[in-house]
């Protein structure tokens, strides 16, 4: 019997170890609170701006502190801001241009800094319309393309032909960038002295921080004289048909003309 006996212990301190770990396991899930790395949001202006920290959804949250901060300054409750504890949220009603900057939520209880660390946002204003589908620009003359983009922080825009790069198409004194109507800088392209190889598509890449966003547009080239071909058509049409008609009615005359003085041959 003293066998089964210490079997029976060595299962008991067996179980009581495993059921140990799981519970070191279920403490801990506060503590896994997802990477500090920043979550990138958007703001529509007028529209309501949310923002949650992660893992901090259970009834757990209660039982500590959180603080927002706004490009290191502490946020506090106004009749725009209002700050949720029970699901570790923060709402900025009819956001506006202002609203943009760097967000972080921390715990401000010592004993859980610890087991949650800090979460970091970017919030920023990005209004973009996309490129027409296709474009067309006349032989000889500059193509001119615009992108329709303003934001905060002030975006990074990119321009590429056909997957490649703008400068390894073309010369770069074919090649200006400038500022659109809203002043972000190389929105606008232009390039010189359109050609038949310029036929192709355009993407604009716009970015801020993490978020991008991507539109094309399929460029055609007219030749310089497209106007001209069905005018020209016309012309020759008339051209033809007048020739056709001279001909046959010169071709009747002479017929006339020969029936003429057989029938006068035979009157004598």
Not at 63 to 83: G, H, M, N, V
Not at 108 to 125: A, M
Not at 211 to 220: C, D, E, I, S, Y
Request: proline share 3%.
């Amino acid at each position: 019997m003293s066998w089964i006996t210490t079997t029976l212990m060595f299962l008991g301190l067996l179980g009581m170890s495993l059921g140990a770990g799981n519970t070191q396991t279920s403490k801990a899930k506060v503590g896994d609170s997802p990477s500090n790395s920043n979550t990138v949001k958007n703001i529509k202006l007028g529209h309501t701006l949310k923002l949650q920290c992660n893992n901090m959804t259970s009834s757990e949250a209660v039982t500590f502190e959180l603080a927002w901060y706004k490009d290191d300054e502490r946020l506090k409750e106004s009749d725009r801001i209002k700050i949720f504890q029970l699901n570790s949220s923060l709402i900025i009603s009819s956001a506006e241009e202002e609203d943009v900057g760097s967000y972080k939520c921390e715990v401000i209880n010592d004993t859980l800094v610890e087991k949650i660390p800090t979460q970091y946002f970017k919030v920023i204003w990005l209004e973009v319309k996309n490129l027409p589908k296709s474009s067309t620009v006349t032989m000889q003359e500059p193509l001119v393309l615009e992108i329709p983009v303003k934001g905060k922080p002030t975006p990074s825009i990119s321009w590429m032909k056909d997957d490649r790069s703008i400068s390894d198409i073309f010369n770069s004194s074919m090649v200006k960038y400038e500022a659109n109507s809203y002043g972000v800088p190389r929105a606008k392209l232009t390039i010189s002295s359109a050609q038949m190889n310029y036929r192709g598509t355009y993407t604009c890449t716009i970015t801020i921080y993490s978020m991008t966003h991507t539109t094309a547009t399929f460029v055609r080239v007219k030749d310089v004289y497209a106007a001209l071909w069905p005018f020209l058509g016309i012309v020759v049409e008339v051209v033809v048909l007048g020739i056709v008609i001279f001909i046959f009615e010169k071709r009747r005359a002479k017929a006339e003309f020969e029936e003429s003085d057989t029938d006068q041959g035979y009157d004598q």
